[in-house]
């Protein structure tokens, strides 16, 4: 079993800034990926960034250089630091964890969400 629990949403005005927290725990043998996800009311869910263990990360275009994720391998946590917010940035973030549960292969795991809202 492997939990992905996301933290650190809330409502934030335009502009403002928030920090999100993702920490995953159980019996995870190895983790080589973790990132962020984003769905908007009616909207598909979209990308948002990635980390992998060797630190690369990548980035949608509509966030890059307003967003950081950052990672404490140690810890099996990622963060995404969100500043500069805009209203478009509202949705349920959630949080991915790709890593190998032995003995099943490499699999991809997601948590339950946070909750973004941006508006004044």
């Known amino acids: 079993q492997v939990q992905v629990v996301e933290s650190g949403g809330g409502l934030v005005q335009p502009g403002g800034s928030l920090r999100l927290s993702c920490a995953a725990s159980?019996?995870?043998?190895?983790?080589?990926?973790m990132g962020w996800y984003r769905q908007a009311p009616g909207k598909q869910r979209e990308f948002v960034a990635t980390?992998?263990?060797?630190?690369?990360?990548n980035y949608q275009d509509s966030v890059k250089g307003r967003f950081t994720v950052s990672r404490d391998n140690a810890k099996n946590t990622i963060f995404l630091q969100m500043n500069s917010l805009k209203p478009e940035d509202s949705a349920v973030y959630f949080c991915?964890?790709?890593?190998?549960?032995?003995?099943?292969?490499?699999?991809?795991?997601w948590g339950q969400g946070t909750q973004v809202t941006v508006s004044s």
């Open positions: 159980g019996r995870i043998f190895s983790v080589s990926a």
């Open positions: 980390i992998t263990s060797g630190g690369d990360t």
């Open positions: 991915t964890v790709r890593g190998v549960v032995i003995p099943f292969p490499e699999s991809d795991y």
